[in-house]
């Protein structure tokens, strides 16, 4: 065969490659693409599994302030009746209060249907934003015998986050320990609060006694669970690692001292009165 | 058949019977490929052993004979791809078993379109191993190369025999028994 014929050969397969990386590259382009669409509907529906559990516990905690409301409306009804003004007075302030805490639940609603994307990062106070996520996120705690310890502030600690990414990641990693350590009154989840450099580390502790370690690996993977159907559909730790990274922080499993822990670490505001970017 | 194995198969025929033999052979055959083939192509099994009759033809060697040699070639070739696959294993009775449960499982994750045989293993020691193949190709002959290809390749020395074949039984499998020596 001659050089000039060989050289064409040559030439015709490194057209036939190129085509090849070309149309490769291009469904490669494509995937992304529909792995793209793929994980905002799987962020969708997690967002809206997570409105679905919050929405049950709301429903609970809005009837008990109705109940009472009713009760104290029919109880007006009949101080009204008899002309007791100092009464009338009582019950309607004990309704404006059992009002406001109706609204306040709604509102923590609100906050959860919010889109994360929308929401700017802001500077939050963990002491606050603890002190509402135990009024109004109970979620699965109601009827836990979990003893739940939510981190003591004797100096307030500001981070960088955004309520309704914060929420989302604290209701998931609670919820994760008690769905894995089981309804008991020997068991406990405490989340601890520390400093390390520009980071603030909230180490989410339960009494379980670790995580298999052929499952470490895949503990972030989407649709990775060790939960029954009914209970998890694996996409939680998946989001929750998102959400933190978007914070500019990571989210991350460790054994702390041979207990199950998930260190949330979120970026520290130092500069005091610096308060949205 | 992917275009790593025509690539190997032209580089073994220019190598054993002279330069440019496999183009000569190639336009001889009115193949159904026109084009040249490239590694990651899938192509015809007809042109392949339109390809190999007609060399087997030319040279008046065996077509068992030639599909052993060609798979000895072809052996190092292959595993030149992912090389831990045989480094990793433990030895020669160790790779084969990955054969079927790593390495095909991976050649159809990066070759779009390979079709691979499939081994059924029994009679497994330390020392021993029978497989059973079972493939539409029914190139048994090919595997006895890459065998002992393999066997080369992880410096191991082995027996090995053809239980049943194929070709001379009428099975729709050929079992292998490859021993340690």
Known sequence: MSVEKKIERLNQKISILE?????????????????????????FNAKLASIGEMASSIAHEVNNPVGIIEGQLRRLRHHIENGNLEKQLNLVEKI?????????????????????????????????????????????????????TFPHFVDDIQVWGKDTSLAQIVTNLINNSLDAIGDDHASWVRIIVAQAGDFCHLTFIDCGRGIDKAHISK????????????????????????????LDGDLNYQLTKGNTSFVLKLKLNKIKGDSTI | MKGVVF???????DRNYGEDQFQDIVEECHLETKDPFVGPGTYPDSDLMKIVSRLIDIKKVKLDWALKEFGHFLFPKLISINESYASESKGIIDFLQRV???????????????????????????????????SNRQLCFLMEGLILGASEYLNERIDYKQLECHHEHGCDYCLFQIKKV
Request: proline share 1%; hydrophobic share 35%.
């Open chain 1, 219 to 246: 503990l972030f993977d989407p649709f990775f669970t060790t939960k029954s159907h009914e209970k998890g559909t694996g996409v939680g730790l998946n989001i929750c690692k998102k959400l933190a990274r978007e």
């Open chain 2, 7 to 13: 690539n190997a198969l032209e580089e073994f025929t």
């Open chain 2, 100 to 134: 079927d449960s790593i390495i095909h499982i991976e050649v159809k994750k990066l070759f779009e379109g390979a079709i691979t045989p499939t081994f059924i293993y029994s009679e497994i020691t330390e020392t021993s191993i029978n497989i059973k193949y079972i």
């Open chain 1, 19 to 43: 085509k090849m990386i070309e149309d490769k590259t291009r469904e490669n382009f494509n995937n992304q693409e529909k792995l793209k669409e793929q994980q905002a509907q799987i962020m």
């Open chain 1, 96 to 148: 404006e209060n059992n009002t406001q805490r109706v609204i306040k639940i709604v509102n923590g609603l609100r906050q959860l249907s919010k889109s994360t994307e929308s929401e700017e990062l802001k500077v939050i106070s963990l002491k606050d934003f603890f002190d509402e996520f135990k009024e109004y996120n109970h979620i699965k705690t109601i009827d836990s015998s979990v003893e739940i």
